[in-house]
């Protein structure tokens, strides 16, 4: 599965009056394409912190003291505003723990919904149709440099065929936004159809006026040459004799008239939209250059004809040159990319050395971010996000060391100074003063090499693994997936969204979130709803724009327990559905038992302990983890529930050693003392507490928790058998 996001190596503080506060400090994780990761902590963790780091909403004090966001090639930590923009709702989305915080309490529900379809509609209209054009004129040069180098005549045929492609795509598009807004037509009027017919039986009919116009309007546009077309004239007389048969029966009280209009055309659409939808592509190739009128054959052999017409006469050839533009592209930047691993893998001498010489390191670091750049094929579709972020990984860790270089010093001479001062008052007042000397905050050194060089590590692995695969590739299924990527940006541009649309899709998504009634509830106030149907709107609302990724920070905390397992439900289903990667935030581990795939515990900014819902939930490992697990209430037991003891530090004045010691009735002399690194236990499961160090002592959870263990996984194991 491939990794949608990266955090990696993440720290974030804030300036407060008091001094620099710790909020998030070194966490890395990954979340992978329809995976749901649960981050879990107390209050004051850092999760929030987290989530609006990965949104580019950090409050204007924050500091990005250090590390990485990856998404889709880039590196969020580093990009600007305008393009966050882009990124922001329309590809991560982020539900929050009080759905009214996110409503606008003075807008109806379904403008709020259909406003950010709209402005977001209008930014990728945009950014589809320059996608599309760059990409084209890249296929363009690639083409001619493969397929004509010396061949002036044929370099002409091949600028020629890609105007084409441009030139042909707008009619395909016009006729298949057309076709779409005909067909959308007929759904909506049929929905309105079948609802007028139940008001009718029910006796229940009023506001016929605006409900028949309504029916008129829609059905009318339903007229187009692939939709409602021979039947066209029937439905106008339908139409108007439905109006008149309506103003009639509101007089007479008698609907009979009414219903048999309604049936008929109700009728014509049904068989409407049942009908097999034309190849607009290869049509707007046919309309757009054949010169003939399209022939008269039922769409499945008209399909058949325009598909062989356009594949004759241009994209089996266009195809071809494709492949071939693919394939020596391919082929030359693999060869960059071996040399580049020999490059990064010699460069690791340089940058394992005791000493760092500035001036050779810069030179080393620009000479490498060139060559890799230049290795990155640009005729892929897809980005590949270790290359890309490749310069800013590195040029930032550079930075880190050497910026630490520079503080040791300093901090080094401040610190023995106060310290020469403390003592001297000290001794003179014969004792210990009533202050202390603030430790020199030494940078690692060690440390900052060591991530220097995981990143040439990664990369050099990453294109180890492309050049192993490289025979593997079929250049003619790329350039298939390359004609789609230009079809998809093309009909992006051309999906203009309309409030007529916007509304459609705004009913859709409420029907999807579980709203009942939607027509009804579209036209109302955020306080004529439930909590827990306001948090559904505002779910749809982050759905609206289709994003991968969605952050729900604490989603159900303002919701009562049956309502709570309702949004959970949804939240989980409407992943199912969509393949969306969900970053869940909750301070308790019971809401995430079933829904997490992989969990990361958090505790005074650090993750403590990461793995897989298994790891975590049967074999905890850290003191922390299992203080959450005996604080979560269990529907099996009465056992009384055990709080954990303490509260978490002040993050102002960090613990030299392990955060958790003073809360940690296993705390080892070493916890006060020094940080625990993440010790691996498994392939997916790894802690951070000194408990796993090879010398320390054996240490079982406390019995409520492996009693709890043993029980569910009796549990589970009870219903995999039914
Ligand atoms: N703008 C800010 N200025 C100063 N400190 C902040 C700011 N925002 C957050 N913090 C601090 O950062 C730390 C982490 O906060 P965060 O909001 O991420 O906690 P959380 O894990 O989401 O907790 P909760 O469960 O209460 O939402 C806390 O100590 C908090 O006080
Ligand atoms: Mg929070």
């Given at each position: 599965m491939a990794n949608k996001l990266e955090v990696r190596n993440l720290r974030i503080s804030f300036r407060t009056v008091s001094g620099k506060l710790q909020a998030v400090r070194d966490i890395s994780f990954d979340l992978k394409d329809g995976e749901t990761l649960a981050i879990v902590g107390e209050s004051g963790s850092g999760k929030s912190v987290t989530s609006k780091a990965i949104l580019g909403i950090l409050a204007g004090n924050a500091i990005i003291d250090g590390g990485e966001i990856i998404y889709d090639g880039r590196d969020l930590l580093k990009i600007p505003e305008d393009e966050f923009y882009k990124i922001r709702g329309d590809k991560i989305a982020m539900i929050f723990q009080d759905p009214l915080s996110s409503l606008n309490p003075i807008m109806r529900i379904g403008k709020q919904l259909t406003e950010a379809m709209i402005?977001?509609?209008?930014?990728?209209?945009?950014?589809?149709?320059?996608?599309?054009?760059?990409?084209?004129?890249?296929?363009?040069?690639?083409?001619?440099?493969?397929?004509?180098?010396?061949?002036?005549?044929?370099?002409?045929?091949?600028?020629?065929?890609?105007?084409?492609?441009?030139?042909?795509?707008?009619t395909h598009l016009k006729l298949e936004t057309a076709y779409n807004s005909a067909v959308n037509n007929a759904n909506e009027a049929i929905a309105e159809i079948e609802n007028a017919l139940f008001l009718i039986e029910k006796n229940a009919f009023k506001d016929e006026k605006n409900i028949i116009s309504n029916i008129c309007e829609l059905s009318l546009g339903t007229v187009n040459d692939y939709v409602v077309s021979d039947d066209s004239a029937e439905l106008h007389t339908l139409v108007s004799s439905l109006k008149t048969a309506a103003s009639a029966s509101k007089k007479s009280g008698n609907y009979d008239e009414v219903t048999a209009n309604l049936n008929k055309i109700n009728e014509i659409l049904k068989a409407a939209i049942a009908k097999e939808m034309p190849n607009f592509f290869s049509m707007g190739y046919y309309l757009t250059f054949s010169g003939e009128p399209l022939p008269d054959l039922p769409v499945s052999e008209l399909n058949q004809f325009l598909r062989k017409y356009l594949d004759d006469n241009y994209m089996l050839e266009f195809i071809e040159y494709v492949e071939n533009a693919l394939r020596d592209s391919a082929k030359e930047h693999l060869v960059k990319k071996e040399a580049v691993v020999k490059e990064l893998k010699e460069s690791l001498n340089t940058f394992r050395a005791d000493v760092y010489s500035r001036p050779e390191i810069d030179t080393l670091v620009n000479k490498l971010v060139k060559d890799v750049h230049d290795s990155i094929d640009p005729m892929e579709i897809n980005r590949d996000s270790t290359a890309y972020t490749f310069e800013s990984s590195l040029r930032?860790?550079?930075?880190?060391?050497?910026?630490?270089?520079?503080?040791?010093?300093?901090?080094?001479?401040?610190?023995?100074?106060?310290?020469?001062?403390?003592?001297?008052?000290?001794?003179?007042?014969?004792?210990?003063?009533?202050?202390?000397?603030?430790?020199?905050?030494?940078?690692?050194?060690?440390?900052?090499?060591?991530?220097?060089?995981?990143?040439?590590?990664?990369?050099?692995?990453?294109?180890?693994?492309?050049?192993?695969?490289?025979?593997?590739?079929?250049?003619?299924?790329?350039?298939?997936?390359?004609?789609?990527?230009?079809?998809?940006?093309?009909?992006?541009?051309?999906?203009?969204?309309?409030?007529?649309?916007?509304?459609?899709?705004?009913?859709?998504?409420?029907?999807?979130?579980?709203?009942?009634?939607?027509?009804?509830?579209?036209?109302?106030?955020?306080?004529?709803?439930?909590?827990?149907?306001?948090?559904?709107?505002?779910?749809?609302?982050?759905?609206?724009?289709?994003?991968?990724?969605?952050?729900?920070?604490?989603?159900?905390?303002?919701?009562?327990?049956?309502?709570?397992?309702?949004?959970?439900?949804?939240?989980?289903?409407?992943?199912?559905?969509?393949?969306?990667?969900?970053?869940?935030?909750?301070?308790?581990?019971?809401?995430?038992?079933?829904?997490?795939?992989?969990?990361?515990?958090?505790?005074?900014?650090?993750?403590?302990?990461?793995?897989?819902?298994?790891?975590?939930?049967?074999?905890?490992?850290?003191?922390?983890?299992?203080?959450?697990?005996?604080?979560?209430?269990?529907?099996?037991?009465?056992?009384?529930?055990?709080?954990?003891?303490?509260?978490?530090?002040?993050?102002?004045?960090?613990?030299?050693?392990?955060?958790?010691?003073?809360?940690?009735?296993?705390?080892?002399?070493?916890?006060?003392?020094?940080?625990?690194?993440?010790?691996?236990?498994?392939?997916?499961?790894?802690?951070?507490?000194?408990?796993?160090?090879?010398?320390?002592?054996?240490?079982?959870?406390?019995?409520?928790?492996?009693?709890?263990?043993?029980?569910?996984?009796?549990?589970?194991?009870?219903?995999?058998?039914?």
């Open positions: 402005l977001k509609g209008k930014a990728r209209q945009k950014s589809c149709r320059k996608a599309f054009n760059e990409y084209l004129a890249r296929l363009e040069k690639a083409m001619i440099k493969s397929n004509a180098a010396n061949d002036p005549e044929k370099a002409r045929s091949i600028s020629e065929k890609c105007k084409n492609f441009d030139k042909f795509e707008g930032s860790a550079v930075e880190v060391y050497f910026n630490g270089e520079k503080q040791n010093v300093v901090e080094t001479k401040r610190y023995e100074k106060q310290k020469a001062s403390y003592d001297r008052k000290a001794a003179r007042a014969g004792g210990e003063l009533s202050w202390k000397v603030t430790p020199a905050a030494i940078v690692d050194l060690q440390l900052a090499k060591d991530n220097i060089c995981t990143i040439i590590i990664r990369l050099t692995e990453h294109y180890e693994e492309l050049l192993a695969q490289k025979d593997q590739r079929d250049y003619g299924e790329e350039a298939v997936a390359v004609i789609d990527y230009l079809k998809l940006n093309a009909s992006g541009f051309a999906n203009k969204v309309t409030r007529r649309l916007a509304k459609l899709r705004a009913l859709k998504l409420m029907e999807e979130v579980g709203i009942p009634e939607p027509r009804k509830r579209y036209r109302q106030y955020p306080f004529e709803f439930s909590g827990g149907m306001r948090q559904r709107i505002v779910i749809a609302i982050a759905l609206a724009a289709n994003p991968d990724i969605l952050i729900c920070d604490e989603p159900t905390t303002a919701l009562d327990v049956t309502i709570q397992a309702q949004i959970l439900e949804l939240i989980n289903k409407l992943k199912k559905e969509r393949n969306l990667s969900i970053i869940f935030i909750t301070h308790d581990l019971g809401v995430v038992a079933n829904m997490a795939d992989k969990i990361a515990v958090m505790y005074a900014g650090k993750i403590v302990e990461y793995g897989t819902s298994r790891d975590v939930f049967y074999s905890p490992a850290h003191p922390y983890t299992w203080a959450l697990l005996s604080s979560m209430p269990d529907l099996d037991t009465n056992e009384k529930l055990e709080a954990i003891p303490g509260t978490p530090p002040n993050m102002i004045y960090p613990p030299v050693g392990d955060a958790f010691a003073e809360r940690n009735k296993f705390a080892l002399k070493i916890d006060f003392e020094k940080q625990p690194p993440m010790f691996r236990i498994s392939d997916t499961h790894s802690a951070a507490t000194w408990l796993l160090h090879p010398d320390a002592p054996h240490v079982d959870p406390p019995k409520i928790v492996t009693e709890r263990i043993a029980r569910s996984k009796k549990n589970a194991g009870g219903d995999s058998n039914g």
